[in-house]
């Protein structure tokens, strides 16, 4: 599904979506720089052990919004955690002031991490220390359980949603890319020849990577026009293109996520 | 000379057939698919839950019977709509089955707000547990049936809209019916809450 479509869904509601730039995420400055700092470490950490992406967000307040739907639009919006083949993400919500909170749990890590599993972390690890007032406690105590519950792998995806939930711009990237590449390995060729193979070799590759008809089309119509392009405007092109690709801090890897987890109230 | 004018004609070629959407509707048809079992699949696993649910309740000394009588019924109504493949084409069929699982949804909130007058049955973890599974069915349910909505206008627009209606037509694909968003929903059913 296209990406703005979904979000058009949520148009009306009021929620501000705080944006992802670190695993954790404290727009209310409920902890210690150093709680926070922590958590990061602890984060990354088992990110870096199991692949999978947990993400804990602190928000002031809900604006009127259901918390289901201000944690699903926070993973949407967040390029989506956890892998886009493998969907293990892991969203630990927050909201102060309605005293709600939400283990958001992509498709892949619904096995690990059932509703019930979800629902007792919230209620007897979580929401105890939240109402004694040890909200650093609290999340690092939610935060171990999620850990200790998927160190054991991922049980396999369920519910698929379909391929067209994958960006199709990366997919197009690549293809560009390839035919830059082979552009200048065919510099000596005419133009027109050039082209035409550049063309058929974005047919070629964009039908293997993506299958997507859109992406194979404008990768054909991509290739003749790179195909013709003088030698140094595809030199240009290409550095452009490497330059593009960094600096980019934490993201989501585009896992999906269908609802599954559990809320809780403190 | 000939063999390069060929090549360009079937590059050509290929963009039109691609353009006019004889292909591209094949995959927006499927995301359809794909989207209607994800709703069918939610709504199948909350039947599922409802037997257990019950159990539990039935348990708790003198529940209101006639609470109990409701939800049972709406069950079986909603597990009785025929469901097959043919069901997203068919407006009659369609809101048929979305009126019994609203029955449904609505006999559930009646259940949880009527097991508030029972603190040791609120108080057990075997309730509870059942109350946080069918809260996370019923936001499935709503995560499923937005998502639907949503491919489904994208499909819409897709055999309607000039080129691509061309390819659509040509593959007989029509416009289909979906959820109404504004009524019959389960986001505004009952919240299951503690």
Known sequence: MHPALLLALFATSAFDVPMLSTRVVDAAAALSAEQAARLEARLADYEHQTGHQLAVVIVETLDGTPIEEASLR???????????????????????????????????????VPDVVAGRILRELVAPRLAAGDTGGAIAAGTEALIAATGGGVSGTSGAISSADVDPWADVGFVVLAELVIGLLLQRLSRMLRGLLVAALGIGVGWVIS???????????????????????????????????????????????????????? | MHRRIHLAAFVIASVVVAGCGYNGVIDKDEAVKAAWSEVENQYQRRADLVPNLVATVK???????????????????????RVDASII????????????????????????????????????????????????????????RGRYISVVADYNAYVQRL?????????????RPTFNATTHDAEIAPKVGF
Not at chain 1, 87 to 97: C, V
Not at chain 1, 211 to 231: E, H, Q
Not at chain 2, 91 to 104: T, V
Not at chain 2, 109 to 137: F, H
Request: a positive charge.
């Open chain 2, 89 to 144: 084409d068919d407006p009659k069929r369609l809101e048929e089955f979305q009126q019994a699982q609203q029955a449904l949804s609505s006999s559930l909130g009646r259940l949880i707000a009527v097991a508030e007058a029972y603190p040791a049955l609120k108080a057990s973890d075997t309730y509870r547990d059942l109350l946080v599974q069918l809260e996370g069915t019923e936001n499935r349910i709503a995560v499923a």
């Open chain 1, 74 to 112: 926070t993973v949407e919006r967040w390029n989506r955690l956890g892998d886009a083949r493998r969907d293990d993400g892991l969203l630990f919500f927050i909201a102060l002031r309605e005293r709600q909170m939400r283990i958001e749990v992509g498709y892949g890590l619904e096995g690990a």
């Open chain 2, 163 to 175: 080129p691509t209606s061309i390819g659509a037509a040509l593959r007989k694909k029509s416009t």
């Open chain 1, 211 to 266: 299958g997507s008809v859109a992406v194979v089309a404008v990768g054909a119509v991509a290739g003749l026009v790179i195909g013709a392009l003088p030698t140094h405007s595809m030199m240009w092109a290409l550095s452009l293109g490497r330059g593009g690709g960094a600096g980019a801090g934490f993201s989501g890897r585009g896992g999906r996520f269908g609802g599954g987890g559990a809320t809780g109230r403190w």
């Open chain 2, 59 to 81: 348990g708790a000394s003198a529940f209101e019977a006639g609470t109990l009588t409701a939800v049972i019924e709406a069950r079986a109504r909603a597990t009785s709509v």
